[in-house]
């Protein structure tokens, strides 16, 4: 490159070059979007978790809102997905392990793609102890914008998510660490 | 946004997708130019392959280390396919190790391996701002310009958009086939890592989700100018040696 050539040119580019580096820096601290929480609901890490209600297997309605000042996952899941059966034993664990800290699993069926007995036997097959919620027009899957099954939100106290993860199944390693970070949050 | 593709009804997670293609194209352009820089390729493909297979059990093995009490309950987990169960900076460490040591042992040259492994490097930031955009990751702050994209609730600037196309300019200014065959070792490397940091200085400033210390700082942008700074001075001293030499005949 001919700026490479002459010792000096380069100096004095160098130092302009570093000079408006500065000075777009200084710029950047006034511009928008220099945190990751602006409180716009949206299924993104630092964002604020999309609400919903839903109605449980047995008829209670939920609201994720409600369970503000705990640690939440939102677990979106079909009957007919493998990853989703590989994974529930584990979440089963850990909800009995943590449920009394403050964590909660809502896992949503994807009731659209599958059908309301699917979401029994499976319960019962797996003895599911956590709320399985019905989502039968799909409104929450579409809210969360899943492509995949099963799909992940791992929701801190104040409602932002802190970590999605599309796909499985989750490893326990991984959802007891997820965990315990989300409890850390959580006030006594 | 597209974090799975659907393949014959198999959902295959897109951005790693991506981000393995990038890794074997740098890898493999970098292989057939490593001869201009006086360094085997079979010594190069040897050295990044060690430094990857290092990276993943090094990010796995610290993650553990750094959480025992999660996998003393399920050691299978360190064998699971979460790519959540990673440490980077471990991975990035024992990488480094290995490679160095690889270096070492076969009495590589530094500034010849890091010249020879720039076109690597040059592809792969190519490919991560493309994964970004797949995942919507590494988002881009509001705008109201007409190119802005609708993504997590607002319109924002494309901003991976943007580093894809910085990447892939700098990656055609720095074709290797156009290298100046008299250019001193380090140099090659050195001008990839200062347009690269002078690109993320710039895009950063355009993130919605930058990381900001004290004064609204942005944290990525200090240490990208600090990258800056320091690939530039390396291109002044050797510059400076350069015109040394000259003198002295």
Known sequence: MQILQSPARFRAVAMGLLALGALWIGVSTWLPGGTSTPGIPAPQTGFLAPDFTLETLEGQSITLSDLRGQAVLVNIWASWCLPCRAEMPAMERIYQEYKEAGFVILAVHATNQDSVAGAQTFAAEYELTFPILLDRDGA?????QVTALPSSFFILPDGSIEEVVFGGPMAEALLRTRVETLLAEVEP | MMPFLNLFGVAIAFPPLIILIGIWLGSSLAEKHAHRFKVQDSDLY??????????????????AAQHPSAFADD????????????????GAAVGGIAAVIYGQRKKLKLWPVLDALTPALAVFLVAMPLANLASGNAFGSPTS?????????????????YEALAAGLILWLLWPAKLDAKAKPGVYFLQFVAASALARLVFEGLRGSSPVTVLNLRVYQLAAWGVLASALWGLSRIIGVREMEKENG
């Not at chain 1, 929450?140 to 969360?144: D, I, L, N, T």
């Not at chain 2, 040897?46 to 993650?63: H, K, P």
């Open chain 2, 145 to 161: 310009l007409p190119w802005g994209i609708d993504l997590w609730g607002e319109t924002r600037h494309p901003v991976q958009v």
């Open chain 1, 140 to 144: 929450v899957g579409e809210q969360y």
């Open chain 2, 46 to 63: 040897n050295l990044i392959f060690i430094a990857l297979v290092a990276f993943v059990l090094g990010g796995r093995f610290g993650y």
């Open chain 2, 75 to 90: 050691p299978l987990s360190l064998f699971s396919r979460n790519m959540g169960l990673f440490d980077p900076f471990s």
